[in-house]
Nanobody
Framework: VQLVESGGGLVAAGGSLRLSCTAS????????LGWFRQAPGKVREAISC????????YYADSVKGRFTVSTDNSRKELILQMNNLKHEDTAVYYC???????????????????RGQGTQVTVSS
């Protein structure tokens, strides 16, 4: 499985960014896709997850109402639309994938079977 992220960058507080993750190599439809982020000096945080089979989603409280996760199955793409960005959203964002029916393991341990290389998001205050 390969995951390749794109779309990070620098944005002013209150602005928006769209992260994309192209996923390939799955041999089963029973998997979940998610995003986690890592900021310097902070604990790694799982912020969103979506089931490929059911479309069920999860959001961390820190991003709920501002971020939206979705998939474009025809393009095998995972998308994270981030609106109303705050300075504290600054971090390296990683997409992740795990062979599972739901996100329990990913959300509990903030790790997955596969992850991308990461993309930097910087929000200026």
């Amino acid at each position: 499985v390969q995951l390749v992220e794109s779309g990070g960058g620098l944005v002013a507080a209150g602005g928006s960014l769209r992260l994309s993750c192209t996923a390939s190599g799955f041999t089963s439809d029973d998997y979940v896709l998610g995003w986690f982020r890592q900021a310097p000096g902070k604990v790694r945080e799982a912020i969103s997850c979506i089931s490929h089979n059911t479309g069920r989603t999860y959001y961390a409280d820190s991003v709920k109402g501002r971020f939206t996760v979705s998939t474009d199955n025809s393009r095998k793409e995972l998308i994270l639309q981030m609106n109303n960005l705050k300075h504290e959203d600054t971090a390296v964002y990683y997409c992740a994938a795990e062979v599972a029916s739901w996100c329990d393991h990913f959300l509990t341990y903030v790790r997955a079977d596969f992850r991308g290389q990461g993309t930097q998001v910087t929000v200026s205050s």
